[in-house]
C-alpha cells in the first residue's frame, strides 16, 4: 500500500498520496508494514531488508535467537531507533521522522521488557497518570481491580507484567507490541495474559506485534509468524504451519541445528 495520509470513515478509508486519492474498503490496508527495513546501532544495520506486515486484528509473532534483531525491530517501529533504510508504515502513514511521543499518539504502544511501569507509583495512579481509567483495564484484567492502590514495585512479576499491558490496552492502540513479556514469568502466567491480547485484538482490531520466547504459547494465539535469523528474515508463515515445522523453529530459533533444547522446552 503506498505512502499517504489515512482517514477513514464507515467502511471505508482513504489514502491521500499526492496527486491521487484512493478509496479502498477498511482493513485492508495493514495497521504495520515494514518495507525493506534496515536498522541497527552507529549506522551498522543489524537488521537487514526485513519486510513485514501487520492486519487489523492480527496477532503475529516475531520470532528469533538471542541477538536476532528483533527488540531492535521494535524499538524501530516505535521511533526510538533511526532506519538506515526501509519504510515504516503505520496504516499506510509513512513515519519517517515522526518522533516517539508522535507515533504513541497516532496509536503506536510498545511495552518493553521492563515493562515501562514506575514502582514508586500505585497502580491506579499508573493509570492516572496516562488519563485513562483503571475501571475499564480491569475489565481486561479483573486481578488488577483490588490492587489499586498497591505500589508497582510490591505487586508479583505477573502482576506487573498485567499492569504494564493493561496501560497498553487501556489506550486503544491501533499496534501493540510486547517485547517478551514473559520476562521472569512462569509459562503458566504467560498462558493467562495471551489470550486477553488475543481477545483485545480481535474485538477491538488492534494489530499485534508479539516477541516472545515461548514460542509454542506465542504460536498458539498468533495468527502468522516471522522467524529473524541474524537479522535476517529466515522464514514466515501461518502460525498453525510454523509451529508445526519444528527442526526450522528450532533451527531458527536456537541459532542452528542442534545448538539447544528442543522448542517448547526451557528456551521455548
Ligand atoms: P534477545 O532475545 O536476546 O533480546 P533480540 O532478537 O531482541 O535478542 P536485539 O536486542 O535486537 O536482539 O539485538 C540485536 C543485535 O544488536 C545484537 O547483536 C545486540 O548485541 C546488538 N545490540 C543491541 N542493542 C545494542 C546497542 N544499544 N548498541 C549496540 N548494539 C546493540
Redesign the pocket.
Known sequence: MSSGHIFASGKLACTLIPGRLTVVKAGLIDVLELDRLSV???R?P??RDLTLTVGHGEVVA?L????????????AVSGLLKPVSGTVRLAGQDLAGVSPTARARLGVAHVP?DRGIFFGLTVAEHFRLDGTDLDAAAGHFPALRPLGSRKAGLLSGGEQQMLAIARALSRRPRLLML??MSLGLAPVIVERLLPVVREFATSHGTGVLL?E?HVHLALKIADRGYI?SH?ELAASGAAGALSKDRALLAASYLGGPGDGPPVGSAHG
Open positions: 541497527g546501532y552507529d551498522a543489524v537488521v516475531l528469533g535467537a538471542n541477538g536476532a534483531g528483533k527488540t531492535t525491530t521494535l524499538r521488557p517485547d517478551e516477541v520466547q529473524l537479522g
